[in-house]
């Protein structure tokens, strides 16, 4: 029964990590949890899994982030990049943006770069953020810091063999593949949208108001208080008793505690104090006035799956939430009542403690850059760049392991006072350990219980007739498609296990599979969901789900084609 228990808790993740909005660490955690239950692995199985070296790595790598994401150089070559051309500032920027991403965590490249582009002077934020976001998931194959992706898989390997993936063994596949990701972006960057709105679009943000039982609107419909003919924003909802109304009639009578719920300009706002006993929670705190800052909500932030309601916001962040945008999806009723999802871009109300949170790049891509900047002086960033490449460098060599460079690193941003412990605390990436190390768990009980061993034994006659390139493809391409349903990480996860035993069990060297999964667990070009870096940028530049799909499909064909021709040569089978 074992092997079968097993089956079905793998099962089980799948279908959740597919269809389900529970946090992967979430899914992970608990088919870890029913494992030892089932017996197939104890806790002291799962103690080291959690203390894997490569795991270690990945966390120090993550926490050394924080103090790489503020060094200032990023940002003033970014503004020299853009020019008057669009194909010139495109192929600055991607170059840049890639040779970045292979030595600083992609995810805080993008993150850096995503406010200022944004706003900058020439060309429409649609027209560039994506091709960023592209670059830096192609500079972030090329080494095996570059992604946590390359870093997961290492730990697996590791985890199996005893040694992980060199440092720079991705490059022999992966930069061809990226150079020809970056020029099928060129080719095709004529389709990507163009919004002259420095904003969001207007018929997709949600703000909330209030009728108080004081005001003089009470009594009177719609029409006669004037709240049909607002210019940018437009009554679309009335939420009364629980009740949702929609669409709202000219000649609606508007009762106390009515919620009236706008859709437009969220700049505009502030139009709404006018209406006698109209009220927000940001207008009764004093907050709304003009400091408006806009964020996105990354993954892993406190506040996920939550609603506004439950969150806390003003004091967890000093600031109320004045509207929200999420791409592709019709937001309906009370603003309070809306689950909280990564990608959601909001608009606050800022109080004046706001600047001084410590918690603000742990939970938010603040749009704003003159808010929560925290670039270094030119000692501490050559002091940091230094210490990034002795760590490198001395990894290479083999002189130290990467994990022991990394954590002198990390000694040497906090003697510099690059952050506090406190921060380091609460940034600490306890969702990635947990998925991580869960995972490890999760393979080890697949080979104990006999179930990996089953499936090879009853596939291995049909493997005997299947070409080995074929069966490398497959693995590429599976692992291709877990990363556009579900993330790039989980998609490492699950698919290095099978990758792995379909090599052992014919008989082929497994690092070409190894690396198959490490690239197509990256290959996320078709979907905002699949990557990081997409779903930061989907609200910024304004980019459906379609848009994904018309820019992406050439860069996702074209890099896949370099990398299954180049993996078998690289690493042969």
């Not at 929609?246 to 709404?272: M, N, Q, Y």
């Not at 742990?362 to 960033?381: E, I, P, T």
Request: glycine letters at 8%.
């Amino acid at each position: 029964m074992e092997p079968t228990l097993i089956a079905l808790i793998l099962a089980t993740l799948i279908v959740m990590l597919i269809f389900s909005r529970l946090s992967p660490a979430l899914l992970f955690t608990a088919a870890m949890a029913a494992c030892v239950l089932v017996g197939t692995i104890d806790m002291q199985t799962v103690m080291s899994k959690a203390t894997n070296e490569g795991l270690v790595t990945l966390l120090l790598l993550l926490m050394v982030s924080i103090g790489l994401e503020r060094l200032p150089w990023l940002l003033a070559l970014s503004n020299r990049a853009v020019k008057g051309s669009l194909p010139r500032t495109l192929l600055s920027l991607s170059g840049m943006t890639l040779l970045f991403s292979a030595f600083v965590n992609n995810t805080a490249v993008v993150a850096t770069l995503a406010g200022t582009l944004r706003k900058n002077p020439y060309h429409a934020a649609s027209q560039i953020l994506l091709p960023i976001s592209y670059a830096a998931i192609l500079g972030g194959t090329l080494t095996l810091i570059g992604t946590s992706t390359n870093l997961i898989v290492s730990s697996f390997l590791e985890d199996v063999t005893g040694e992980g993936i060199a440092f720079f063994a991705f490059l022999p596949v992966a930069l061809p593949a990226a150079i020809a990701g970056l020029l099928a972006m060129l080719l095709m960057y004529k389709v990507l949208p163009r919004s002259d709105q420095d904003g969001l679009p207007f018929n997709e943000f949600l703000i909330e108001m209030v009728v108080g039982d004081d005001s003089r609107l009470i009594g009177k419909t719609v029409a006669e208080n004037g709240l049909r003919d607002l210019g940018e924003l437009f009554l679309v909802e009335l939420v009364r008793e629980g009740r949702l109304l929609t669409p709202v009639s000219p000649g609606e009578l508007l009762e106390a505690g009515d919620r009236l719920i706008f859709s437009g300009d969220v700049s505009k706002v502030g139009i709404l104090e006018r209406f006698h006993g109209l009220r927000s929670f940001a207008i009764d705190q004093g907050l709304l006035g003009t400091n408006l800052t806009e964020v996105v909500l990354l993954p892993g932030a406190a506040v996920i799956g939550q609603t506004i309601k439950e969150s806390e916001f003003r004091s967890r962040f000093d600031a109320a939430v004045v509207g929200v945008h999420r791409d592709g999806e019709r937001l309906s009723g009370q603003l309070g009542n809306i689950t909280l999802r990564a990608g959601d871009s909001l608009m606050l109300a800022v109080g004046p403690d706001f600047q001084k949170r410590s918690n603000l790049s742990r939970n938010f891509l603040v749009v704003d850059s003159s808010v929560a900047s925290h670039s270094l002086s030119s000692g501490k960033s050559f002091a940091i760049a230094a210490g990034m490449f002795m760590a490198v460098g001395c990894s290479v060599l083999g002189w130290v392991p990467l994990a022991t460079g990394l954590m002198f690193l990390l000694l040497l941003m906090l003697a510099l006072k690059l952050f506090s412990t406190a921060e380091l605390r609460r940034r600490f990436p306890f969702e990635m350990w947990l998925i991580v190390s869960s995972a490890l768990a999760i393979s080890q009980a697949v080979m104990d219980s006999g179930l990996m061993g089953s499936a090879m034994g009853f596939l291995s006659p049909l493997l005997g007739s299947v070409p080995p390139l074929v069966m490398l493809v497959m693995i590429y391409v599976l692992t291709l498609a877990m990363t556009e349903l579900i993330t790039n990480n989980a998609a490492a996860a699950l698919m290095f296990p099978l990758g792995y035993s379909l090599a052992i069990a014919t008989g082929l060297d497994p690092m070409a599979f190894v690396m198959a999964v490490a690239l197509g667990g990256s290959a996320s070009f078709l979907t905002p969901y699949g990557y990081t870096t997409n779903l930061m940028v989907q609200n910024l530049g304004g980019y459906t789900r379609a848009d994904y799909l018309r820019f992406g499909w050439l860069v996702s064909l074209t890099y896949s084609a370099v990398v299954l021709t180049l993996l078998p040569r690289v690493f042969p089978l």
